[in-house]
């Protein structure tokens, strides 16, 4: 893996939103939405890792990575909670994922040129 400054963006962004996701485990048991961390860690771990397999598709899994950042963030638009309050509150956390998510998607972008 060629740890760039961006792709260590992707990689940290890409985390948090993952582990805000599962964060909700205790609170929402097996629920989409904490599967869909599990999603962003398989989406970063082949994006990232220096697995022939993946790296021969770059270009498709970073299209896969953003497709699936844009679609939870509008899914969380359509379906999500919006309340906030300065806490780790279910509510509060979509929040602070979406924060992640767009920080993910402008390192994504900047990348856009080594993923091909």
């Known amino acids: 893996m060629n740890l760039t400054g961006t792709r260590l963006v992707i990689l940290l962004s890409g985390l948090a939103t993952a582990l805000l996701h599962l964060f909700l485990f205790p609170r929402l048991g097996v629920d989409p939405i904490v599967l869909n961390g599990l999603g962003y860690l398989a989406l970063l771990g082949a994006y990232l890792l220096p697995i022939s397999f993946f790296q021969e598709r770059r270009g498709l899994i970073w299209w ?53």
């Open 64 to 116: 896969l990575l953003v497709g699936y950042t844009v679609l939870t963030f509008i899914l969380w638009i359509i379906l999500g909670s919006k309340e906030f309050a300065l806490d780790l509150s279910t509510p509060a956390i979509g929040y602070y994922a979406r924060f992640a998510e767009i920080i993910l998607l402008i390192s994504l972008w900047l990348d856009k040129s080594r993923s091909k």
